[in-house]
């Protein structure tokens, strides 16, 4: 509306004297009407006054006229009359007439012409009427009665001169009255013009100018307040609004700071778990029945590379997972690191889009090599998903992302490098995984947990050994499978008192075994858990058993190489006379690297190597590379899995040195163990 560079600008971008001097012109000329309104009112009420009294000296003239008129008809009756008496009553009474109009003109104001008082034809009236009368009795001279005729002819001219004078009077009043009203109207118009003017533009100024930047500022603070950090707060001519919106964009910007690292995640930038579920929250509140899936992802093995890469690789992984991920679903997304190798996904999906199809399409982009500096390297995931409806009131993010981990979950017991899709079957088994947890612990005491031996059969020799393997007996659940409450007890925390009852107890069957070997199963947590080796030693002294009858199983996905503690424990325990045989091997990646950093007395193979034999002809090559490997660091070699007979030559021609298997014995109580090998001649034969 103005320059705002120049001084007249300047002066008026402020909001206050934009508005003083709106309000300060309004008030001028509302006074100002107000003053000449008065002003002219008292002018109106003076000439109307003046008016008035004009109006009744002209009233006044015209009465006198009449009764000079009169007076001169009654004086030309009278010269006429023979009689007097009439007459002369009737002169009488229009010379009184004629004396009182004289009066009220006086009284009303009239001034007459300066004439002296002999040039008054009514001066001396009386004695004009007394010689009216005289000729009426006598009869008139002529002298006489010119000089009646004259006076007559003059009070006529006089009475005339009185109206004329009084109407003009009258005329003249009124023109001055009509004038003033005239210029009363003109100044209130012109005035009232004026301030319309002011205010109209006044409220120009506020509807175009003011208010549309108030409602501005207003829509920024009020999305301030609604946590939106991402608008533009914008520049304002109006000084008032100008110094607030530098405060308001501060503060945002530091809001804004704050919100990143409330809602990011500082080692990548990615969106945390708090943002992912404000952002998908919302979208489920939406009401408008889209359909989204919620995904979560993680890195298998993710440990691994920061072993390996160290942390800041891993971070540096995790972002261009979560950028590929973007990349490949596309702005829709949401993609945020909601743990050290988690992620969780939102997706709209469609008819022809689905969540399980989304989320195998994830799964094969994320196994393509990734650039870490000089090094590429290649990584798996594993997922789960939702699929959830918005608007939706029995949703909740939260547990949304319950069920998506337990998917997740059941993609990693399936193998990992996988996607699955969520039924309530995983609600399920999730609920009788907390409720094993936490029945776990009342099974020690109630003496619902049990130890099982199943035997192991040499190939070179008649040495017996068994596998201490643990049961659980729920009173509700029955047998519960220790692929079910190995998990709970570590969840737990109760793993390692479970390991200490096992060997506690596997140690007391044992020691009545004198010429036996014997297996034991050790978590993962049990070696890094301090003090384990000197319980060990302790329990073996006190039941009369010597180290080196003892094996101790671990998994490779004990990870020992990257495991410090537990690579010193299991060096140590070697040293005291334990053997030490690394399970499940030849499924892992890191079995190779286990084999390289620890030298194990024995292998067992995976049962997957064993069960396909005689189906798969490549299945026995990848069988004779295992054991080969093994028989060349010097291990022992115990093919796990002998469920048919078929297979007892494929895997002794391999090369293993033990069998293992239903085909021989399932699993059998501490009481039938000396039995079984006392009446296992047949099978030892065959073993042979």
């Known amino acids: 509306m103005f320059n705002v560079n120049s001084k007249f600008g300047r002066m008026f971008a402020s909001l206050e004297t934009r508005l003083v001097g709106a309000l300060t012109l309004i008030v ?23 008016l008035i009294q004009t109006s009744a000296i002209a009233e006044n003239a015209d009465q006198f006229a009449d009764a000079v008129a009169k007076l001169r008809m009654a004086t030309n009756r009278g010269l006429m009359a023979s009689e007097t008496g009439g007459s002369s009553d009737e002169l009488t009474d229009q010379a009184i007439g ?13 001034v007459f012409y300066d004439a002296p008082q002999a040039g008054n034809p009514f001066a001396d009236l009386d004695r004009h009427v007394a010689e009216i009368l005289e000729v009426q009795k006598h009869g008139a001279t002529r002298s006489l009665a010119r000089r009646i ?16 004078r009084a109407h003009a009077q009258r005329r003249s009043a009124q023109q001055q009255l009509v004038a003033s009203v005239g210029r009363w109207q003109l100044l209130v118009l012109a005035t009232g013009l004026v301030t319309i003017l002011v205010v109209l533009l006044a409220l120009f100024d506020i509807s175009r100018n003011i208010l549309p930047a108030i409602r501005r500022m207003h829509g920024n603070v009020q999305r301030l307040a609604d946590g939106d950090l991402d608008i533009e707060i914008g520049t304002f001519r109006l000084k008032e609004l100008q110094a607030l919106s530098r405060p308001l964009e501060t503060f945002r910007q530091n809001a804004r700071a704050v919100k990143n690292l409330a809602f990011s995640d500082p080692a990548t930038g990615m969106p945390n778990r708090r943002a992912f579920l404000e952002t998908f929250g ?5 009401g408008d029945e889209r359909r989204f899936a919620c995904m979560v992802i993680d890195i298998d093995r993710f440990k691994h590379v920061n072993d390996d890469y160290g942390h800041a690789a891993g971070d540096e992984l995790v972002r261009l ?13 949401v993609v945020a690191r909601i743990g050290g190798d988690e992620f969780a996904v939102s997706m709209p999906l469609t008819e022809e889009r689905q969540g399980f199809a989304l989320a195998s399409d994830i799964v094969d982009a994320v196994r393509a090599p990734f650039s870490l500096g000089g090094y590429a390297v290649a990584v798996t995931c594993s997922m789960g998903v939702v699929d959830v409806t918005a608007g939706d009131e029995a949703q909740d993010v939260d547990d949304i992302l319950r069920n998506a981990d337990m998917a997740l979950y059941a993609s990693k017991k399936s193998g990992r490098n996988c996607a699955t899709a969520f039924d309530l079957a995983m609600a399920q088994e999730r609920s009788i995984d907390r409720a094993l947890e936490k029945d776990l612990e009342y099974a020690f005491e109630r003496q619902q947990l049990r130890m099982v031996y199943q035997p192991i ?16 007996r729920h009173p509700e659940l029955g047998d519960v499978p220790p692929s079910s409450f190995i998990p709970a007890a570590e969840r737990s925390g109760l793993m390692v008192r479970l390991g200490e009852w096992i060997i506690e107890r596997a140690l007391a069957d044992f020691a009545q075994w004198p010429e036996m070997f014997l297996s034991i199963n050790l978590s993962p947590l049990q070696l890094q858990h301090e003090g384990f080796s000197g319980f060990l030693l302790d329990a073996c002294r006190r039941n ?6 003892l094996f101790l199983e671990v998994t490779e996905s004990l990870s020992i190489e990257r495991n410090t503690r537990a690579l010193l424990t299991l060096n140590l325990l070697r040293t005291l006379g334990f053997r030490i045989a690394l399970d499940d091997f030849g499924t892992g990646y890191s079995s190779l690297s286990m084999v390289k950093s620890f030298k194990f007395d024995r292998m067992k193979l995976d049962r997957s190597l064993v069960m396909d034999l005689g189906q798969d002809p490549a299945s026995v090559a990848v069988l004779e590379a295992a054991v080969t490997m093994a028989r060349h660091v010097g291990a022992e070699v115990v093919a796990e899995g002998i469920s048919e007979a078929h297979l007892i030559g494929a895997t002794k021609s391999a090369g293993c040195t033990h069998l293992q298997g239903y085909y021989y014995s399932k699993p059998i109580e501490a009481g039938e163990v000396l039995s079984y090998f006392a009446n296992a001649g047949d099978d030892l034969a065959q073993v042979a």
Do not use: C
């Open 28 to 50: 001028v000329f509302t006074v100002l009407l107000q003053v000449v309104t008065q002003r002219e009112a008292y002018a109106l009420r003076e000439q109307s006054d003046a």
């Open 98 to 110: 004629i004396g009182d109009q004289l009066g009220r003109l006086r009284n009303s104001g009239m």
């Open 282 to 286: 919302k979208l489920l509140a939406t």
């Open 457 to 472: 059969h040499s190939v070179v020799d008649d040495a017996r050994e068994v596998e201490a393997l643990v049961r659980w």
């Open 544 to 549: 009369g058993i010597v180290p080196r009858r």
């Open 149 to 164: 005729e004259a006076r007559n002819v003059a009070m006529g001219e006089f009475a005339d001169g009185i109206v004329d």
């Open 321 to 333: 997972i979560g950028e590929r991920v973007k990349e490949h679903l596309g702005h829709e997304s």
